[in-house]
Each structure stands twice: as C-alpha cells, then as structure tokens.
C-alpha cells in the first residue's frame, strides 16, 4: 500500500510539472509572427487591407510598424487597432498611433501589443536586414538601382529606379491596391522605404510605382514618440 501511495504521489508531481512547463508553450502559441509583407487591416471599419513595410524596435523599445498613412481611414487622426487581415478573429495585435496623410509624409507608425506579436525580419517575399543608405536608391536610366517591392495584390516585382524627389522615388514595379505600405528593398536585403501609389505621372511620364523613403518616414517622427529611432528586427 505504502508504495502506491508513493507511486501516486510521483505520478500527481509529474503531472504538475508537466502542466507547469507547459504554460509557456501554451502563452507562445497565443502570439501570431508577424513580418515585412503581412496582410494587415489598419483600422476596425476599414474596408480592404494594406501591406506592412516593417517591423522592429524603436529607440525606447517599442514594438512598432510602418505602413501606408492612406490606410488609417479614421477622421480624427487618431487610427484604430491593427487586425492581422488573415487571422482576425485573433482580434487587434496592435493600435496606430501615428498617421501622416501628406503627399510626401504618407505614412502611420502601428505600436504592436508585445503580448500577442512575435516579430520576424522574414517576410512572405523579402528578407529585411537593414536600412538602406540615406542617398539610396539612385536613380537613373544608366545609373539607377533596381529596387523590388512586396505586396499583398501584386507579390514580389522590381524594377530600374528612373526617378528621385522629395523624398519620393519611382520605378516600373507593378503595384495595385492592396500593395500600400508595403516594404521596397535594393541589394535584396536593405529597406528603402514604402509603396504609397500605382500608376502615377511626373514630369509628364507615367511611372507604375511611388514610393516614400523610409529616411524620409524616419526624419519625420518626433523624438519621444513610438517609431523614434527605429530599426529592423534582425532575427
């Protein structure tokens, strides 16, 4: 009798420790990985999705995102909490916070919900490792760089960098809605900013793509705020 009460007792213990070790298993399994090139709805009512450019951390380790600013469809400025478009019956996995609607500032800084998100530079299409250089891409029939975008309509396409201003650049990549926010790299790897537009005109010559530097999306976050100092995930 004595060495079943022992046998039982082992067996209860074991089965605690069990269930203990198994609780972290369990709150992972409740974070969705989220990357470069996600489906993401950014707001509650919005009728469509947009891309995510990036993930990472900003100088006061906030977990934040870049994407489209046209995308926060809120009147007051305020956005509204981010769905993964895929999987939103998980509900929001972040809330925007930031949102710049101008021509050459459109973009909306998302802070992500550390609780719920599990960040990854590698992405359905592009692997992020870095930022681009601050005068990159060049541009130029003879001396542009080829610059490749990812999106949630069109997927993965590249094309020569023919034009550069104001902190816009544009190529022959081909985009449609759906694509906004997504992330553009050069040399693969390195981000260099964001789709904003598909088929604009400049200068008199119709171009498939525009895209906002990220230096430029960066330049325009006020210090102390989410986004401030952000860096890709590298992992």
Not at 43 to 67: E, F, H, K, R, S
Not at 143 to 170: N, P
Not at 211 to 226: E, V
Request: a negative charge; hydrophobic letters at 35%; aromatic letters at 8%.
């Amino acid at each position: 009798m004595k060495n079943n009460i022992a046998v039982g007792s082992v067996f209860a213990i074991a089965i605690s420790v069990c269930a203990l070790s198994s609780e972290p298993a369990q709150a992972q399994a409740q974070k969705l990985t989220i990357a470069n090139g996600a489906r993401i709805n950014p707001t509650a009512d919005y009728p469509g999705w947009c891309t995510l450019g990036a993930i990472g951390y900003d100088d006061q380790d906030n977990l934040v995102g870049i994407t489209a600013g046209h995308c926060d469809d809120t009147t007051d400025g305020d956005g509204g909490p981010i769905y993964l478009e895929t999987n939103r019956a998980f509900g929001p996995i972040g809330q925007t916070v930031r949102t710049n609607r101008a021509y050459a500032y459109d973009y909306q800084i998302i802070l992500f919900d550390k609780n719920k998100v599990t960040p990854s530079k590698y992405g359905p299409a592009i692997q992020i490792d870095s930022l681009c250089a601050t005068n990159e891409p060049a541009s130029g029939l003879f001396g542009g760089e080829i610059a490749c975008k990812d999106g949630q309509t069109t997927g993965l396409t590249c094309g020569l960098v023919l034009s550069k201003s104001g902190g816009m650049f544009r190529n022959m990549a081909l985009s449609y809605s759906g694509d906004s926010g997504g992330p553009v790299v050069v040399d693969d790897t390195q981000l260099c900013g964001i789709t904003v537009r598909a088929g604009v005109v400049v200068g008199g010559i119709p171009y498939a793509t525009e895209y906002i530097s990220i230096h430029q999306i960066l330049n325009d976050i006020p210090s102390g705020t989410p986004g401030h100092g952000f860096q890709p995930v590298t992992f």
